[in-house]
């Protein structure tokens, strides 16, 4: 192998996480590939060479004149030094510092306005009366907060029914609604209802979401998270079938 990738050292590291990591002649770590090893506290040695080519950074240290901490922050675009966060940055990861303008910020940020979106969606619903479309848009709120906890402590998504359908009765409800729901494929119009609608203005944003996620996690060769961009995918998709379920009266 001749790129090192982040997802490779994750399922590499999935039971246990060495001291050291050996490079062979030749192979290239990602960016992402070498963040993850250097959070994880991995030297990286070369070939036959036993000296580190890529030192952790080394945990804030106790001075033995002051008794203090070390700086608080470092910065993961340089390795910068804060004491205190300046106000341009924000954490990625830890103590890890990126500018407000990072892709990976961006689209939490994006995250927030699709949560914004999913609570103005409930509280119309509730008012309608329709207790079972609230429920089903608490799962797709919990579905956003959990990506955003698992982006923000960098742990995968894992695999898990939606509106409690797996991967496959999902693909099928959605490719078969006449089947399931009653009703055919929507091409939505003004006029099928404020909540149709809704849903579908919703469904837009999770599509918004998914992009952003691909432009935040893409590395050189291979995307990098490929299970959060799985999660928003199987997210759309529920929200379409909760399209067909109002079309097909299933919310009354």
């Not at 002649?25 to 030297?43: C, D, F, H, M, R």
């Not at 103005?120 to 089903?136: E, F, N, S, T, Y």
């Not at 209802?193 to 809704?198: A, P, T």
Request: one cysteine or more; charged letters at 30%.
């Amino acid at each position: 192998m001749k790129v090192i990738s982040e997802t490779y050292l994750r399922e590499t590291f999935r039971k246990d996480v060495p001291e050291t990591f050996k490079l062979e002649e030749g192979q290239i770590l990602t960016p992402s590939a070498s963040q993850l090893l250097n959070e994880k506290g991995v030297k990286v040695v070369r070939g036959d060479d036993a000296s580190c080519a890529s030192e952790p950074e080394a945990a804030p240290k106790k001075t033995e004149a002051e008794g203090k901490t070390g700086p608080a922050y470092v910065s993961a675009m340089d390795g910068g030094l804060y004491d205190t966060k300046p106000e341009h940055m924000t954490q990625l990861t830890g103590n890890r510092l990126v500018p407000k303008d990072h892709p990976r910020i961006v689209f939490r940020g994006r995250l927030d306005t699709c949560q914004g979106e999913i609570l103005l969606l409930q509280a119309k619903a509730h008012d309608a009366g329709k207790k079972a479309l609230v429920a089903d848009l608490s799962e797709i709120l919990e579905w956003t907060r959990d990506i955003m906890r698992r982006d923000v402590l960098d742990t995968p998504v894992p695999e898990k029914p939606i509106l409690g359908l797996t991967d496959a009765e999902l693909r099928a409800h959605s490719h078969n609604p006449k089947k399931y729901y009653g009703v055919g494929h929507l091409l939505p119009t003004y006029d099928m209802g404020e909540m149709i609608l809704r849903l579908n203005r919703l469904r837009a944003r999770v599509r918004e979401l998914e992009v952003s996620a691909v432009s935040a996690l893409k590395e050189p060769f291979e995307l990098g998270k490929p299970d959060i961009v799985q999660a928003l995918n199987r997210m759309s998709s529920a929200i379409y079938i909760m399209m067909l379920k109002d079309k097909g009266g299933m919310y009354k």
